[in-house]
């Protein structure tokens, strides 16, 4: 059993900022959307606006942070073992079969794990963020220039937040299987992972 | 060992505190709200004036008419007579642009309404509100300036009053009864000032018949009210009068009604006293774009006394078996039928209903034929995408009103008269002779054939404000069922949704959790099973 050192510091720190951001964006926007009650109407919008900047400042910091370090490589989709770790999720998992894909300090995602996250980097984010501040900026349609209202924007906003609960719930459940339950919540915390060990040499 | 240590301090701060500390921050960041506005103004109850009218000689003569007390005025006060005789207190008209239909001249002298149809032809009793001394028919001298009532609006002893049934002028000899004597000329004369809310009140909070009857948001209740009532006009408050906010210059009153008038001209904005963005706060101050200050900040109206809401007047005219009018009344004390009026519904403490407004006005006019039932006798211009069109409060008064089959025209009706057998419908009850009468007095043509048809008048809601603590908070209106349901023409946070997109997010939602559920089932029984 070997520790390895998978998760910067930085990472750690954007991931868990994060985290708190998007529930509290999740949170004060569903109640902004009338699906329940929370903090009250008023508080949530101001919650949610607030909350909206904090996550334009850290995905800026993030980005930076990616660029200069090269670790935005990390999220490209890659094309081997897609299928296998489909398998994985589907029988392998509960055939005690080890991960298709070796987990590394330079691989961090599985190739499932990079369609995803690249889809929320590339797409979901900048979906979100760039339809929340339209909402908070051009809520009428006359200043500055004319959009056909807010309605557009907004249930952009929305489709957007639905794929993010959903990403959240199954990204909920899934750090639940890694090498032990709660090997990668460990990893994102202390930055060190317990990895499998090394049955044969990899081969790709 | 140390290395061990240092990498746990470190854990705790990248991965719990730091970001705690932007958590907070966010928080911090959110509960920042913005201190309103205080607003000072100089009142007009401060103003002294700069002469004592008793002192005047010619004020101290034993008057024998109104008209003289009005020469007397107008011998020091020159040229103030042209000035109020160009004014709609004067003419009871105004021209006016329609957008649309061009430049009209309307005012109380020429609109209907589905109050008491129109005042044209009743002036014994509707002229009593005119500024002019005996406007009792079409004789009436707009030319003559000593037809000017100069103490109505600016006695200031509460001594002088109109008679009830004059066409405004105040009891003479011949007249004078227990409830009109001839007003004390040289004392009222000699005690003039700037019109109070009581000078403006004795007309404008009983039109239609009676306290609150019309507007909804001005009646006597305002001259000693709390600021539950109105934070404006209240004893606990600034007090302030009609001419505080209705500033006058040269006898021309900042201020239209909205029923009578329709340019968006000389109109008179909470923002003159409180600034486009009263709140210092940006959420709020946003709304100022699109949301008259009127609709938060007037949750209801009517706070104090009743105003009407419905009337119809197909059911007037039943007697008792002497041949007399009767009344009846609601469970407040309101009358919910008079023989003379018909049925009625009244209520207090109303929410208003709310519209797009840009200020503009179009109004039935006389000449107009019905296109539309209900009819409206005036709509309001406006919509979401008009950039100068807010969400307004409003007074919708519904009722039945007589109307011309034939014609296609709303009827005037003669109501009015002082005595039996003059063909008005309040003393002969006759539907068909004051129809007639009263259509012939306002030159319109009446085809003998008449039956009620349904309309509509909208009257914007502007006074009593309400202390900022009972302002509409935001799920009145941001929220499935709101206040604003009715208003369906732009998508409102809160309250709208993309059905498909929700349905879509939630079914989406369910089978992940489904999926999550029945994954964890199978590796627990994997677990079991490779045990
Ligand atoms: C990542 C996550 C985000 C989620 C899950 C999210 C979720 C939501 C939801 C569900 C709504 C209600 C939409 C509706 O019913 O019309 C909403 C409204 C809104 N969101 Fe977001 N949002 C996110 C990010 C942002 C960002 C970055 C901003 C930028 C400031 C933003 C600004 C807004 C605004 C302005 C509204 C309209 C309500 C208001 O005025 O506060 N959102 N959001």
Redesign the interface.
Known sequence: MEKVKIYS??E??W???Q???IL?LIITGFE???TFEAFG???S???H???G??FLI?TIFAIFWMLVTGQSRQFVPVRNNIKSQIMY?ISG????EPHPVKKTADSKLNPLQRIIYFGLIILVFPVQLITGFSYLFF?????PFAFE???AI??LH??G???L??FV??HF?LITTGHTITSNLQA?????EELEEETETATN | MKNQFS??V??LL???L???A??L???K?????GTPDVVDVKLKAEHISSVDHSQFEILQQDFETPHDVTAACLSCHTGRDEEIMSTAHWKWEREEEIPGRGVVSVGKKNLLNNFCTGANGNNGSCMRCHIGLGWKDKSFDFADNRNIDCLVCHDQTDTYFKQKGQGGMPATAETANSAYQVPDYPYVAQNVGLPKKNNCGICHFYGGGGNNVKHGDLEEALLSCTKEVDVHMAMDGPDMACIDCHTTERHNIMGKLYSVSSANTNRIHCDQCHTTTPHNDK?LD?HF??VACQTCHIPIYAKANATKLYWDWSSAGLTDEHGNGYSEDDADGNHNYLSIKGNFVWDDHVKPEYYWFNGTVDHYLSTDTISEVPVKINSLFGE??D?TAKIWPVKVHRGKQIYDTENNTLISLKLWAAEKGEGAFWKDFDWDTAARLGMEYNDRPYSGNYDFIASEVYWPINHMVSPKEETL???EC???DGRLAQLND??L??????KT??Y???G??FM??I??VA??F??I??YFK?R
């Open positions: 510091r930085f750690r720190f991931h868990w900022t985290m708190m951001l509290l902004i959307h009338g109407f008023e508080t919008v101001r919650l606006s607030a909350a900047w904090a850290l999720y998992i509960f055939k005690k809520h009428y349609p006359d200043k209202g807010l309605e907004a249930v929305t489709l937040a639905f794929l609960v959903a719930l199954a459940y994102m915390i202390t930055g060190y | 990498k746990s470190m854990a990248v991965s719990l730091l970001p705690l932007v958590l921050l966010t928080l960041v959110a509960a920042h709200k959420v946003n774009e699109k979401y995408r950039s908070s935001c799920t941001h929220s499935r732009f998508y946070p809160g309250r709208d949704y993309n997109v929700d879509a997010g939630f989406l939602i992940t959790l999926g999550i994954h964890f199978g590796r029984v994997a490779n």
